[in-house]
């Protein structure tokens, strides 16, 4: 994946895209202008805004989705000591409140993938505040 990007970025910083159509008006102004080099920039540019997007994507994936997820899978059975469960990662949420919640036939709920992100987001600050609190001795 990393190398089709470079491949991108190389290809839309040397070729042009219509170079029969404009050769002669562009060589007239390039020449008495340096637009050559501006353009190359927006290139590269856009280009780098690919790559770093698609960084950007890979980070929120890794972070939000599995580390968050996880960690609310394990934390939240254990905090409602078995009540409440964590829906799996990419379900359609469908009947649930505006808490996230939905009640099974069995009496237990089922917690909203996008909720539960939440609650581990909240444990993790939790944990880092805590951190702080004993190392810089509050």
Aim: hydrophobic fraction near 55%; aromatic fraction near 14%; proline fraction near 2%.
């Amino acid at each position: 994946m990393i190398l089709a990007l470079f491949l991108i970025i190389y290809w839309e910083t040397h070729y042009e895209r219509y170079p029969q159509a404009t050769v002669a008006a562009k060589a007239r102004t390039h020449s008495a202008t340096g637009q050559n080099r501006v353009g190359n920039m927006k290139k590269i540019a856009l280009a780098f805004d690919v790559v770093v997007g698609t960084i950007f994507n890979l980070i929120d994936l890794l972070i939000f989705e599995f580390l968050l997820h996880r960690t609310a899978r394990v934390i939240v059975p254990l905090v409602s000591f078995g009540k409440i469960e964590v829906e799996d990662i990419h379900a359609v949420p469908t009947g649930f409140n505006w808490l996230g919640l939905k009640r099974r036939d069995d009496g237990r709920y089922v917690l909203n993938s996008t909720m539960s992100m939440l609650a581990a987001a909240i444990f993790w600050l939790l944990c880092l505040v805590v951190y702080f609190a004993f190392t810089r001795d509050f």
